[in-house]
């Protein structure tokens, strides 16, 4: 057996990668993509499925997820500011993406 943690961190970007490839992100991953918690070239291939791509089905799922963390934020009392900043640049996110 493999040291635990490396086997479980190449088993993540190995199942991220095979989602790619298949079809679309899975939702986790475009949340992971919008909160910038992936590698910057899985990253890179979310804003491309999302904004080159258009992928009509992820942007509704983004979308989905963004609200859902806003609600959840609010529920929790997190930080407005946090909740503004990240409405802010998922919207420059979308605008990038009509525009281009
Ligand atoms: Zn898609």
Same mark, same amino acid.
């Given at each position: ?6 086997? =479980? /961190? ?5 199942? !991220?990668?095979?989602?790619?490839? !298949? ?7 475009? #949340? &992971? +993509? #919008?909160?910038?918690? /992936?590698? $910057?070239? =899985? =990253?890179? %291939? !979310?804003? %491309? ?11 509704? !799922? =983004? *979308?989905?997820? $963004?609200? /859902?963390? *806003?609600? &959840?934020? #609010? ?6 500011? +946090?909740? *503004?900043?990240?409405?802010? #640049?998922?919207?420059?996110?979308? /605008? ?5």
């Amino acid at each position: 057996m493999s040291d635990p943690s490396e086997g =479980a /961190l190449e088993f993540t970007v190995a199942g !991220v990668w095979r989602e790619f490839r !298949v079809s679309c992100p899975h939702p986790d991953v475009l #949340r &992971a +993509a #919008r909160l910038g918690g /992936l590698p $910057e070239d =899985a =990253a890179a %291939f !979310v804003r %491309f499925h999302l904004e080159e791509s258009r992928c009509p089905y992820c942007s509704a !799922v =983004a *979308q989905e997820l $963004e609200i /859902l963390d *806003q609600e &959840a934020e #609010r529920s929790t009392g997190a930080d407005v500011n +946090a909740a *503004q900043e990240r409405v802010l #640049r998922s919207t420059m996110t979308f /605008l990038r993406r009509v525009e281009g």
